[in-house]
Nanobody
Framework: QVQLVESGGGLVQAGGSLRLSCAASGRAFSNYAMGWFRQAPGKEREFVATISGRGRTTNYADSVKGRFTIARDNAKNTVYLQMNSLKPEDTAVYYC???????????????WGQGTQVTVSS
C-alpha cells in the first residue's frame, strides 16, 4: 500500500517562499517519477512540476518556471517543492503524486496524497 503525505503548506505574503514536502511509503521509491499538481477553487487540477526517479529529469509548468524547484531525497523517500516569489494566483491545494514515468498528465499518476493548502495573500 502506497501512501503519500504532504506537509509544509500555509499562509504567506506575496513574494514569500514555502517548501512543500511529500513523504512516501512503500518500496523502491527511486523507481518512480513524482509530480506536484495544484487545484484552485472552481478550477481544474493542473500540473506544476515533475521529477524522474533518480532526479535527473525535471519539468515545470510555464507558470512556475524560474520560481519553483522540485527535488527529491530517495534516501528519505521524500519529494520537495521549493516555491519562491509566490503570487496570489499560486493559491491552491497542492498534491503530490506518483507515476511510472515523468509526465505532465494527471491520469498518468496512480497514487495521490491528500493535499496541502497554500494561500498567498496580496
Amino acid at each position: 500500500q502506497v501512501q503519500l503525505v504532504e506537509s509544509g503548506g500555509g499562509l504567506v505574503q506575496a513574494g514569500g517562499s514555502l517548501r512543500l514536502s511529500c513523504a512516501a511509503s512503500g518500496r523502491a521509491f527511486s523507481n518512480y517519477a513524482m509530480g506536484w499538481f495544484r487545484q484552485a477553487p472552481g478550477k481544474e487540477r493542473e500540473f506544476v512540476a515533475t521529477i524522474s526517479g533518480r532526479g535527473r529529469t525535471t519539468n515545470y509548468a510555464d507558470s512556475v518556471k524560474g520560481r519553483f524547484t522540485i527535488a527529491r531525497d530517495n534516501a528519505k523517500n521524500t519529494v520537495y517543492l521549493q516555491m519562491n516569489s509566490l503570487k496570489p494566483e499560486d493559491t491552491a491545494v497542492y498534491y503530490c503524486a506518483r507515476s511510472g514515468s515523468v509526465s505532465t498528465t494527471a491520469r498518468e499518476y496512480g497514487y495521490w496524497g491528500q493535499g496541502t493548502q497554500v494561500t498567498v495573500s496580496s
